[in-house]
């Protein structure tokens, strides 16, 4: 029977389909990241690798693992962790779990957005501290998003799903950024295409959607900042190395931009020195697809993909170069 190798524990709904398969099943015992050596020594002989987007496969992982490795399912949609020429040198498909989690960083995207917007962090953290004394008229303003401008820099599955949603609910006016334009969802959502620039330029809210690429690291950097409206909030539930966060830090605390709110960090878990004492951002530690529904479908396309691999078929989620 095919040997599985799952790096740390996932939902439930995953690990049943791969159990029902009849597979030697080794799940991790330690629930925290495991490092390269531990990877290759209990991975060793397997068939199969379940992987976070924690753990770090190289080569070296590959090579360690073993010849008989047919297959990397990661348990996440960006696959950056992966060195997928190494991958494909050896002849290992690797997987990802596209779509079902669209919606649930969707949805988190959007309440960063007003979550920073209307400084609700703050507002919660002075409440509780026995700090509100009464009504005030200016206490904690915030900003309106009515007749403001989303900038949405990708304009794939979950940038054009914030996009539906936003465009649809709030009278804000949209704009994306893409390499490539999408006609159909300009006229489908009204939303206009505009250059990079232009876009950080115009936009009252920016939310990063792009993969984590060469080309896409440090898409926003102190340049970038300086571009954007003094009054401008940025989000990203991407992937921490689009913004040079350290760069970040410093344009917020010099106010070159009114906010962020950040699900992922360059260095995550480590966090750009300064970046937790500023009071103009919200940080949430990488859970923008934690729900129970999303985390459980993910679980489980992870192991189809796998049991499609194992027997022979082209895996539903694999990821071509
Ligand atoms: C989460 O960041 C993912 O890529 O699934
Ligand atoms: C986003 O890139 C997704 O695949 O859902």
Known sequence: MPKIFVTRKIPEAGIKLLRKKGYQLK??????????????????GSHALLCLLTDKIDDRIMAGIGSQLKIIANYAVGFDNIDLKAAKKRKIMVTNTPGVLTTAVAEHAVALLFA???RIVESDKFTREGKYKGWEPMLFLGSDLLGKTLGIVGLGRIGFEIAKRMSQGFDIKIVYYDLFRNKKAEKELRIKYLPLKSLL???????????LLPQTRHLIGEKELKIMKKTAFLINTSRGPIIDEKALVRALSKKIIRGAALDVFEFEPKLAPGLSKLDNVILTPHTASATEETRAKMAEMAAKNIIAGLSGKKPPQLVEI
């Open 201 to 211: 330029k115009n936009a009252d809210f920016i939310s990063l959607h792009v993969p």
């Open 27 to 44: 799940i991790s015992p330690h629930n925290r990241v495991l490092k390269k050596e531990e990877i290759i020594k209990a991975g060793k």
């Open 116 to 118: 920073v917007a209307r």
